[in-house]
């Protein structure tokens, strides 16, 4: 790969490709660019094409359709859409390696004028992402109180269209070859995919996976307050709720019955959660596949059927994982009455040398802020033969999204295969269980993930409810 600056010469370090992949990975999980999703479509798009030689095709227009989902219709010479986004990039980019990326063993820059970025290698190294230190922790700590605004530190928000419409842009951020998985399917695997390859398992000929999130129903008061309803029978959104079934269902009756006229609100979803999705829907949308999002209470038997699918979420915050969890050596468990998260569990029935019978959340024992998660990453066969179930959940949204970082990255899934290889055939997955550890900064910010321990699943059919969806 060589690269060219402004004047067209060469830098005097080229790095080798697979540290420029693996820069171009660090930057896009950084705590810089975590909110900024259509920066790490646009950073992502170009660098890949970059690396992979095809840096000719970085034209104006090309990278306004392909990289930001502007129709085929696009004029750059009226929509500048491409040089204030690539304006946006240069500046946060400067502001991830003045803090995050000051010991980076790659410096990657775009010069002013031009869409192809510049790979130099530096002196320095830097820990593996997935292995934070105490320098790590306090750049995110930098990055934080960096903030405009203050980070709200509650379990759900809002999933907006603005949102959704980045994931799917996300979907074709990128290209790799066309090569079979084991079952015959069309599925995109790089040469030194082991990520796609690994997920490519999972999917066998299914190119449309249903990935569903989790979204709680809420009361809803006239001041926009929200009350947590855990179970019970529901209506549409924003109909309003009868009182005697708020004060039966509701997570603290008590309140709720000076709350005056409720609606059901059912709008909004885990922060760990839809950092999950994105990475999900990117990393199978590089292979070519178009993944189904939707909410959990609407997946079908239908989907059940004719899909794989990807449930997100423990069975405290997704029903549907509770219905189709599989049976296994590890399982969730919330000892507290309200079903608290912060004080659920992960209890191991057969716990190995070095494993612990309990997981739980870990706090900072002053400030009480959350600094450890855990997660459990199950994949078991579904309904029916040929089809399979993903479960990623934490005991907290960060928990999810933690897992989810871990089994899209090469490290994470090096660390399964090295355990998985051991189980079973090379061209299936076995059914599995393993669980994560998640180390937190401020309680919000997922510094990285890494194995605990893997259990293997029966070869069971998890259990599908009979006529009806999974439901609330």
């Given at each position: 790969?060589?690269?060219?600056?402004?004047?067209?010469?060469?830098?005097?370090?080229?790095?080798?490709?697979?540290?420029?992949?693996?820069?171009?990975?660090?930057?896009?999980?950084?705590?810089?660019?975590?909110?900024?999703?259509?920066?790490?479509?646009?950073?992502?798009?170009?660098?890949?094409?970059?690396?992979?030689?095809?840096?000719?095709?970085?034209?104006?227009?090309?990278?306004?359709?392909?990289?930001?989902?502007?129709?085929?219709?696009?004029?750059?010479?009226?929509?500048?859409?491409?040089?204030?986004?690539?304006?946006?990039?240069?500046?946060?980019?400067?502001?991830?390696?003045?803090?995050?990326?000051?010991?980076?063993?790659?410096?990657?820059?775009?010069?002013?004028?031009?869409?192809?970025?510049?790979?130099?290698?530096?002196?320095?190294s830097l820990p593996a992402l997935s292995e934070p230190d105490a320098a790590a922790e306090a750049t995110a700590e930098k990055i934080a109180e960096r903030e405009a605004q203050p980070a709200r530190l509650g379990w759900w928000f809002l999933v907006t269209a603005v949102a959704m419409i980045a994931l799917g842009y996300w979907l074709g951020a990128s290209r790799a070859d066309k090569h079979l998985s084991a079952t015959g399917a069309a599925v995109a695997v790089p040469n030194d995919g082991m990520v796609e390859s690994f997920w490519a398992r999972f999917l066998g000929s299914d190119s449309s996976p249903v990935i569903a999130y989790p979204d709680a129903v809420f009361l809803l008061d006239d001041s926009n307050d929200l009350f947590r309803f855990r179970h019970g029978a529901i209506d549409s959104r924003g109909a309003v709720v009868d009182p005697h079934v708020a004060h039966e269902f509701a997570a603290n009756p008590d309140i709720v019955a000076k709350a005056g006229k409720l609606y059901y609100e059912n709008g909004y979803t885990g922060t760990g959660e839809l950092e999950a999705v994105g990475m999900l829907a990117g990393l199978l949308g590089r292979m070519g596949v178009k993944p189904i999002l939707k909410s959990s209470r609407d997946v079908t038997p239908d989907d059940l059927s004719q899909h794989n699918v990807i449930l997100l979420g423990s069975p405290f915050q997704n029903p549907a994982v509770a219905q189709l969890m599989a049976t296994g050596d590890f399982s969730y468990?919330?000892?507290?009455?309200?079903?608290?998260?912060?004080?659920?569990?992960?209890?191991?029935?057969?716990?190995?040398?070095?494993?612990?019978?309990?997981?739980?959340?870990?706090?900072?024992?002053?400030?009480?802020?959350?600094?450890?998660?855990?997660?459990?990453?199950?994949?078991?066969?579904?309904?029916?033969?040929?089809?399979?179930?993903?479960?990623?959940?934490?005991?907290?949204?960060?928990?999810?999204?933690?897992?989810?970082?871990?089994?899209?990255?090469?490290?994470?899934?090096?660390?399964?295969?090295?355990?998985?290889?051991?189980?079973?055939?090379?061209?299936?997955?076995?059914?599995?269980?393993?669980?994560?550890?998640?180390?937190?900064?401020?309680?919000?910010?997922?510094?990285?993930?890494?194995?605990?321990?893997?259990?293997?699943?029966?070869?069971?059919?998890a259990e599908s409810p009979e006529g009806t969806p999974p439901a609330h």
């Open positions: 790969m060589a690269n060219v600056d402004a004047e067209g010469h060469a830098p005097a370090n080229e790095p080798l490709i697979e540290d420029c992949k693996e820069q171009v990975r660090r930057v896009v999980q950084s705590a810089t660019f975590r909110n900024a999703v259509t920066l790490q479509l646009l950073f992502q798009f170009l660098t890949d094409k970059t690396i992979s030689g095809a840096a000719e095709c970085l034209k104006e227009y090309t990278i306004g359709v392909e990289a930001l989902g502007r129709k085929p219709d696009f004029d750059p010479k009226v929509d500048p859409i491409v040089r204030v986004q690539s304006h946006r990039l240069r500046v946060k980019l400067k502001e991830y390696y003045d803090v995050e990326g000051q010991r980076d063993p790659v410096l990657i820059q775009f010069p002013k004028g031009h869409y192809v970025p510049t790979f130099e290698a530096m002196s320095a468990s919330n000892p507290d009455q309200h079903h608290e998260q912060w004080r659920a569990q992960i209890l191991d029935a057969r716990p190995r040398d070095g494993e612990k019978s309990t997981y739980g959340t870990e706090r900072d024992q002053t400030s009480k802020v959350l600094t450890t998660d855990y997660s459990l990453i199950t994949i078991a066969p579904g309904v029916l033969p040929g089809r399979w179930i993903a479960i990623i959940g934490g005991l907290d949204t960060k928990g999810t999204e933690g897992a989810a970082m871990f089994v899209t990255s090469k490290h994470g899934i090096e660390r399964l295969n090295s355990v998985l290889n051991g189980m079973g055939s090379s061209k299936e997955l076995p059914p599995f269980q393993a669980l994560v550890r998640v180390q937190l900064a401020k309680g919000y910010q997922v510094l990285g993930a890494d194995l605990i321990s893997v259990h293997g699943l029966q070869p069971a059919k």
